[in-house]
T-cell receptor, first 112, second 113 residues
C-alpha cells in the first residue's frame, strides 16, 4: 500500500541554521504531497503542498519540490527560527481512496 | 473562529468504560477524517466519513470502535470498554471535498487509567 517515510527525529539546530527534513514515498499512480506542521498542544496545519511532478510548494520560508524520479519531497528552509520548533509531518494523498497517509513525524528543536 | 472543534479536549476513563469524542467540522465541510496519534508515533488513519456514510474504515479496529457522522450534529468517535492501549490523542480533520486540504482540530486526549 501507499506509505511515507521521513527522517527520524529529533532534529536539533541553532537559530539561522539550514534545515532539511527528508521524506520519501511509495504510491501507485500520481499522489499529491503535503507537509503539515504541529505546534505544541495544537492540531496539524497545512504548511505546503505539491500536486504534480516538479511542482515546488512554499510557505513561511519553507520549500519542498515534488521529485518523481526519486519519489521524494524533502522539506528545506535556509534559515530557521526558534518559532519553527514543532513536529513536521510529510503526507500523501493517492486519490484512489481519498485518504491522506502521514509519515511518523520529525520533531524539530531550534536553539536560540 | 469557524475551525474544526473537538471536545472534550481531555478525557479520563477507567478500563471498561466508554469514551465518546465529538468533532464539529468546518462549516460547509462534508468530509470528516479521524486519526489517532500515539506518543512518539505518527498519525494513523482510522476512518473517513461523509454525511451519514462511512467511506473508509480500514484503519479502525474491528471491535469496540465505531464512528458516525449524522445528517445533523457532530461526528462521533465511540470507543467501548476502553483499555490502557487506547490512551492517545485523537484528531479529527475535515475537508470541503475529497483529497482537499485537511483542517485539523486541536485533538482529544484520552487517558485510560
Amino acid at each position: 500500500g501507499d506509505s511515507v517515510t521521513q527522517m527520524e527525529g529529533p532534529v536539533t539546530l541553532s537559530e539561522e541554521a539550514c534545515l532539511t527534513i527528508n521524506c520519501t514515498y511509495t504510491a501507485t499512480g500520481y499522489p499529491s504531497l503535503f507537509w503539515y506542521v504541529q505546534y505544541p498542544g495544537e492540531g496539524l496545519q497545512l504548511l505546503l503542498k505539491a500536486t504534480k511532478a516538479d511542482d515546488k510548494g512554499s510557505n513561511k520560508g519553507f520549500e519542498a519540490t515534488y521529485r518523481k524520479e526519486t519519489t521524494s519531497f524533502h522539506l528545506e528552509k535556509g534559515s530557521v527560527q526558534v518559532s519553527d520548533s514543532a513536529v513536521y509531518f510529510c503526507a500523501l494523498s493517492s486519490g484512489r481512496d481519498d485518504k491522506i497517509i502521514f509519515g511518523k513525524g520529525t520533531r524539530l528543536h531550534i536553539l536560540p | 473562529n469557524a475551525g474544526v472543534m473537538q471536545n472534550p479536549r481531555h478525557l479520563v476513563r477507567r478500563r471498561g468504560q466508554e469514551a465518546r469524542l465529538r468533532c464539529s467540522p468546518v462549516k460547509g465541510h462534508s468530509h470528516v477524517y479521524w486519526y489517532r496519534q500515539l506518543p512518539e508515533e505518527g498519525l494513523k488513519f482510522m476512518v473517513y466519513l461523509q454525511k451519514e456514510n462511512i467511506i473508509d474504515e480500514s484503519g479502525m479496529p474491528k471491535e469496540r470502535f465505531s464512528a458516525e457522522f449524522p445528517k445533523e450534529g457532530p461526528s462521533i468517535l465511540r470507543i467501548q470498554q476502553v483499555v490502557r492501549g487506547d490512551s492517545a490523542a485523537y484528531f479529527c480533520a475535515s475537508s470541503f471535498g475529497p483529497i482537499g486540504e485537511l483542517f485539523f482540530g486541536e485533538g482529544s486526549r484520552l487517558t485510560v487509567l
